[in-house]
């Protein structure tokens, strides 16, 4: 059974940091770019960040490159998503996403059940 498990989401003050994490099980991860959607109410889901782990080449939005670091633990099949200097604008559910094909992570094949990151101004 595919399984993408996210952690690591909460409420923070706007210029404050987080972590997530995607643990990941039931497929090759070496085969997979995984990486990290979000949903704010109202508005559609956008791909954030994602990274491959054969060659651990990376996407970065435009919205948050230079804040947002995004990294791969092959031996723990793990992928973080390290989130400095949070903005209002970043609150969203966050969700982990397989893809076998694309580098930035699209088309997705699995995603994971979301977490919820809360920026306080």
């Known amino acids: 059974e595919v399984q993408l498990v996210e952690s690591g989401g909460g409420l923070v003050q706007a210029g404050g940091s987080l972590r997530l994490s995607c643990a990941a099980s039931g497929f090759t991860f070496d085969d997979y770019a995984i990486g990290w959607f979000r949903q704010a109410p109202g508005k559609e889901r956008e791909g954030v960040s994602c990274i491959s782990s054969s060659d651990g080449s990376t996407y970065y939005a435009d919205s948050v490159k230079g804040r947002f670091t995004i990294s791969s633990d092959n031996a723990k099949n793990t992928v973080y998503l390290q989130m400095n200097s949070l903005k209002p604008e970043d609150t969203a559910v966050y969700y982990c996403?397989?893809?076998?094909?694309?580098?930035?992570?699209?088309?997705?094949?699995?995603w994971g059940q979301g977490t919820q990151v809360t920026v306080s101004s």
């Open positions: 996403a397989a893809s076998k094909v694309g580098r930035s992570c699209v088309p997705v094949d699995y």
